[in-house]
C-alpha cells in the first residue's frame, strides 16, 4: 500500500475506532503531522485523561502509554510499537530506590520523573515532567526529597532551589541526553551568534552554563513564542526540530549536541495502522499497581 494509502486507512481507521492520536515533539515528522495533538509528556498525560475518545494511539515510548492508561484506565491505550522504551526508565532499579529511600529517612518523600516504570511511580509521593519538575519538588511537604531516576535533571532542580530544600539524587540517566556532543554546540555558537540558546535539564551542567535558558520541551515552545530572537540553537532530541518549525515558519533553528532517541523514532505509520485496525497492543497493568501509581501521577498532572 502506498503511503497515501496508509494515511487514508488510517483516517477511516480513526474516526470507525474513535481514537485520539498523540505523538510526543521527539517523534518523527510523519508521525507528528497526522497526530491530533503532538507535546511534552505533561500535555499529552493530560490530553490522555481529559478528552473523550475511548481509544487512545500514543505515538512515544512505554512509559508515556503506562502514563496514559494510570489517568484514563477505561480508555484503550495503544503503543503502536511494544519494542519503543526507555532505557533511563528501564535502568531504574526498585532494590537501588529502595535503599536511597531508607538512607533518607521516613520524612523524606520521593520525586519520581515520568520517565521511569509504573513501580518506581507507585514507590512515590509524586511524579514530575521536565516542565514541572522544580513546582513539583517546592511543593512537597517535606525538606528532604528523594529524586529519581535522572541526576541531571536532579541537579537542575537542586541548584535552582538554592539549599531551600535537600534532595537525595538516583544516579541514572537519559543516555541520549547526558552523552550530547558540546563541541557542537560550542561550534554552533559560534556560527550563529545572535541565536538564541535553549537546552534540556536532561543534558549535562556544561550545556546549561553555555544555554540562554534550560528548559523541558514545552517550555522552549513557550519561550520562542515569547522571544524576539530570530534564530534558535535547541539542545535536546532532533525531531523537536519540525514541531518548531511547524509553529514558528519565520524563525530559524538549529538541534545541537548531536541528540538522537532511535525509541522515539520506532513509530511507524503501518505500525499506527495496524495498531488501529487490531485494537493492540493496548496497555494494561495490574489494578493494584495502578492505582498506587495514580496518586503520584494525579500530582503531576495537577501541578505547574
Known sequence: MSSSGVLDRIQALRRERGALILAHCYQPAGIQDIADRVGDSLDLSRAAASSPEPVIVFCGVRFMAETAHILAPGKTVLLPDPTAGCPLADSLDMGALRALQEMAGPSSLT????NSPAEAKA??????????????????????????????????????????????????????????DLDDLLSSKRDWPDAEVLVHPETPPAFWENADFVLGTGGM??????????????????????????????????????????NMKKVTLEAIERSLATLSPAITLPAELRERALRAVRRMAETG
Open 111 to 114: 520525586v519520581m520523573y515520568v
Open 123 to 180: 514507590a512515590s509521593y509524586a511524579c514530575c515532567t521536565s516542565a514541572n519538575a522544580l513546582q513539583v519538588v517546592e511543593r512537597a511537604p517535606s525538606n528532604r526529597v528523594v529524586f529519581a531516576p535522572d541526576r541531571n535533571l536532579g541537579e537542575f532542580v537542586s541548584r535552582s532551589l538554592e539549599g531551600r530544600k535537600e534532595l537525595l539524587i538516583y544516579q541514572g540517566c537519559c543516555t541520549t541526553h547526558a552523552n550530547a
Open 221 to 262: 515552545v513557550r519561550r520562542i513564542r515569547e522571544s524576539a530572537a530570530g534564530r534558535f540553537l535547541i539542545g535536546t532530541e532532533r525531531g523537536m526540530i519540525h514541531r518548531l518549525e511547524t509553529l514558528y515558519p519565520e524563525r530559524s533553528f538549529r538541534v545541537v549536541g548531536s541528540i538522537f532517541c532511535p
